[in-house]
């Protein structure tokens, strides 16, 4: 239930400038979404038109923000209780809710049409499920009410590489799938590692994280629980079409990165992460951003290297 009182009752001081809608869009998840959506569309058979490649990009682009913006619009109430989240454009005032939904709606039905028009029925379709996704099955539906909500919402993160494959080749392949399950297992142990550092945030804004509801020792194990079949997935990418030795070395390298890492942090009792203000959590959240930069990047170079020496 929404506390009204917290976002629709504040009144806007200054005007919002553009850094502030740009904000609604949340840039820095953007990022991985444009960058893991290009790979797929580049590293897919066969080939697009530059032009119609920039336009499919820039549409994935888009909805990703659309979905940024319907989230940071119903989940207002609970930003302003989180010190991570408080300073956004709606908890601090300068951007009312109902500009963030009406930003949402637009840039949603935008991405949607244009990708559509631009490419294919498959890729827009996908685009729509996963903007949906985000916005109603996780953030209204999930999110609040049980721990899994990272786990299954996960999977809105991990459609971009699909989208992208699909933006080329009209369809579905394994290959697809596991770029889709890489990001899909990569997702809980990433988040799980900033839940155990951000601490109570979660618990004050009444989110079911899993460090509230199961705890911090169960929480070390889910994180080690599923990057095992993360790595197997990831090591599975390097025997399909797009893998080869390059992948698999660059694979292989940050595999055995994050998984020393995770080791680490499942090892350690509460007393010893709270001794050293949990700098291996803090570690391990970082390095599980390099991890999956880090295979999309090694899928391109593969890529871009096996089409040299096919020339």
């Not at 005007?15 to 998840?29: H, M, S």
């Amino acid at each position: 239930m929404q506390d009204a009182s917290l976002t629709e009752g504040a009144a806007v001081p200054a005007e919002a400038g553009l850094g502030d809608y740009f904000q609604l869009l949340k840039p820095r998840v953007m990022s991985l979404v444009v960058f893991t959506a290009l790979v797929g569309l580049l590293v897919a058979p066969g080939g697009v038109h530059p032009y119609i490649a920039f336009v499919a990009v820039l549409c994935i682009a888009v909805g990703a923000g659309a979905s940024g913006a319907l989230n940071m619009w119903w989940d207002s109430d609970i930003d302003i209780k989180m010190r991570r989240t408080r300073s956004r454009p709606i908890p601090g005032g300068r951007v009312r809710r109902e500009e963030a939904l009406g930003l949402g709606l637009a840039l949603s039905g935008f991405a949607v049409v244009l990708l559509w028009l631009a490419t294919n029925l498959l890729a827009a379709g996908l685009l729509a499920f996963t903007i949906f996704f985000y916005a109603v099955i996780y953030s209204m539906i999930l999110k609040r009410r049980t721990p899994q909500n990272i786990v299954i919402g996960g999977a809105a993160g991990a459609f971009p590489p699909m989208i992208g494959w699909a933006v080329v080749t009209g369809g579905v392949s394994l290959e697809s799938v596991l770029m889709f399950l890489l990001i899909f297992m990569w997702t809980p142990p990433h988040f799980w590692a900033l839940a155990l550092f951000v601490k109570s945030d979660y618990g004050d804004a009444g989110v079911p994280m899993l460090t509230e509801t199961h705890g911090r020792a169960a929480t070390r194990r889910q994180i080690l629980a599923y990057t095992l079949p993360l790595v197997a997935v990831s090591l599975g990418i390097g025997f399909t079409s797009i893998g080869g030795w390059i992948y698999l070395a660059a694979a292989l390298a940050l595999d055995i990165w994050f998984a020393l890492g995770v080791l680490a942090i499942a090892r350690r009792s509460e007393a010893e992460a709270e001794a050293d203000s949990y700098a291996t959590e803090k570690r391990v959240f970082m390095v599980s951003l390099w991890y999956l930069f880090g295979h999309f990047g090694a899928l391109l170079a593969q890529s871009a290297l096996s089409a040299f020496w096919g020339s």
